[in-house]
């Protein structure tokens, strides 16, 4: 019998195929871990927008509220005890006096018809040597406004205002109100 030729098989078998799967799914993976990084990134950014923005609508709250605070020191007191018996219930109230509600001016900065932040106002420990948080006795008051706009970054921002008789309200700290200078 005669033996038929048959060719020779490479030993190598798939190898080729098998290296390029290999740099395949090494590609996949490296691009999916960019992709990962980069979406990662991205939300960062938006978390330091929207927290710059919301503290950016609280300090216009505070400068929106702090002339109609000025103009109220005779409500203050009565905004005090409402604050200071919520506080008794709930460390965490928020009690709008009515003075600084959204009926006495607008709370909406960007016109969309939606309120943009709250206010309320909290004594100072100005009574010595036992605070009676419900009584003002040196016409100085903390001045709180929260962001509301971005529910899932809220701002506050706190200020401790004087009232003047004069009728300008003024800042205890740096800089001050009206070209003031600091008002200690």
């Known amino acids: 019998m005669k033996r038929l030729f048959r060719p020779r098989r490479d030993r190598q078998r798939g190898s080729a195929m098998l290296l390029t799967l290999i740099i395949i799914t090494s590609l996949l993976a490296g691009s999916s871990v960019l992709v990962a990084v980069q979406l990662q990134s991205t939300r960062t950014t938006d978390i330091m927008r929207n927290g710059i923005a919301a503290l950016y609508c609280a300090e216009a709250g505070l400068a929106a509220a702090r002339p109609i605070m000025a103009n109220s020191y005779s409500q203050w ?75 899932d970054m809220p701002k506050r921002v706190e200020e401790l205002s004087r009232f003047n008789p004069g009728g300008a309200s003024n800042i205890i700290g740096i800089g001050g109100v009206d070209g003031n200078g600091n008002g200690n």
Do not use: W, Y
Request: aromatic share 10%; proline share 9%; hydrophobic share 45%.
């Open 77 to 151: 007191n009565a905004a005090f005890a409402v604050q200071s018996a919520a506080e008794l219930v709930d460390p965490d109230a928020f009690i709008e006096p009515a003075f600084l509600s959204p009926a006495a001016f607008s709370h909406d900065l960007d016109g969309d018809g939606i309120d943009d932040f709250r206010v309320m106002i909290r004594d100072n420990d100005d009574e010595f040597p036992t605070p009676v948080p419900n009584v003002d006795s040196d016409q100085l008051a903390f001045l709180i406004v929260e962001c509301t706009k971005f529910p």
